[in-house]
Nanobody
Framework: QVQLVESGGGLVQAGGSLRLSCAAS????????MGWFRQAPGQERDFVAG????????DYVDSVKGRFTISRDNANNMVYLQMNSLKPEDTAVYYC?????????????????WGQGTQVTVSS
């Protein structure tokens, strides 16, 4: 079956960096748009970044543009989220997700598969 497993979360001070990883299995990875979402306590789960099948196109929510970078390694079925200049408001559980459609979509209901999430906590 399809599995998405996130790793790399943790506690970091404001201004620091973290790199999240998501290992995918059980799907034709190169035929899926991959997205990162996050959910803060008491909040809805929101889109953070997405990357096209080939990695040639990306999309970011405005609040992370210039600080976060999404990338993928289709040979190893991995997707990454490099997070720099972290802020306390970036604190959330981060999820990776896979979407079988061609275009990068920001709606979580469009994604087919989800990981279990990894906690990112940014202290001030």
């Amino acid at each position: 079956q399809v599995q998405l497993v996130e790793s790399g979360g943790g506690l970091v001070q404001a201004g620091g960096s973290l790199r999240l990883s998501c290992a995918a299995s059980g799907l034709t990875f190169s035929r899926y748009v991959m997205g990162w979402f996050r959910q803060a306590p008491g909040q809805e789960r929101d889109f953070v970044a997405g990357i096209s099948w080939s990695g040639g196109s990306t999309d970011y929510v405005d609040s992370v543009k210039g600080r976060f970078t999404i990338s993928r390694d289709n040979a190893n079925n991995m997707v990454y989220l490099q997070m720099n200049s972290l802020k306390p408001e970036d604190t959330a559980v981060y999820y990776c997700a896979a979407d079988s459609r061609f275009a990068i979509i920001r709606l979580e209901t469009e994604y087919d598969y989800w990981g279990q999430g990894t906690q990112v906590t940014v202290s001030s």
